[in-house]
């Protein structure tokens, strides 16, 4: 997907790959409680039950270390967008359940989505490779003329930033389920007009992903 060694490393020896693994653990329990700044690396491999030097012969430092967390976490939610997507070939029906995918995900797992939302780090880059599948919704939809010419470089961040603070919301106010459905739709709605999509056709998809919304979280 990437070159960065540090998201996505080569192939590792057996032991090499355990002690990865051991650190991603240790960081994700960490990082669930606080910011990657507020965590020492001797509290990084304490916890992993590794020598301090394992830490940087799979990071380069502490930021690398929590994106790699992140993509961990990101790489999961992406999949659970696309088993969502599947069949589904409207670009901007796809690009509105990729928002209400996000926001059972911060409903059913708050913790990983703590993790994930504390660690952006670069995967707010329209390159980055998690970002292709809405990379390519986006540019298909403005393809059909229906999104604003603006959206071609800025709508993966304006979506990815609409996702992460809906996110944010739900994991702290964790709102009853009608009050969900409400907030998830009309951010939605704003959403994809924000992008140029016409209101009707907005706020059908809005109720639409609305209405599914419980159904992910069954």
């Known amino acids: 997907m990437t070159s ?27 990082l669930a409680a606080k910011p990657i700044d507020a965590i020492p690396i001797d509290e990084v491999v304490a916890r992993a039950g590794v020598a301090k030097g394992s830490f940087f012969n799979h990071f380069t430092d502490k930021q690398a270390f929590a994106e790699a967390i ?34 059972a995900f911060a409903l059913s797992d708050p913790k990983r989505t703590a993790v994930l939302l504390r660690s952006h780090g670069s995967s707010t880059v329209r390159a980055h490779p998690l970002n ?4 390519e919704d986006i540019n298909a939809a403005c393809a059909q003329g229906r999104l604003r010419p603006e959206a071609r470089e800025t709508g993966v961040l304006y979506c990815l930033g609409l996702c992460q603070i809906l996110m944010v919301n ?27 999509i016409d209101p009707a056709r907005a706020t059908a998809l809005a109720d639409q992903a609305a209405g599914k919304l419980g159904r992910l979280l069954d």
Do not use: H
């Open 4 to 30: 960065d060694p540090d998201l996505y490393p080569p192939n590792l020896s057996p032991r090499a790959a355990r002690t990865r693994a051991a650190l991603i653990a240790a960081g994700f329990d960490l």
């Open 132 to 135: 292709q599948g809405l990379v």
């Open 70 to 103: 992140a993509a961990e976490v990101r790489l999961q939610l992406e999949e659970q967008v696309g088993r969502a997507n599947a069949g589904v070939a409207d670009p901007v029906e796809r690009i509105a359940g990729g928002m209400r995918v996000g926001a």
């Open 170 to 196: 739900l994991v702290e106010r964790r709102p009853d389920m009608p009050s969900t459905r409400q907030r998830v739709r009309d951010m939605i709605v704003l959403g994809l007009t924000g992008l140029g």
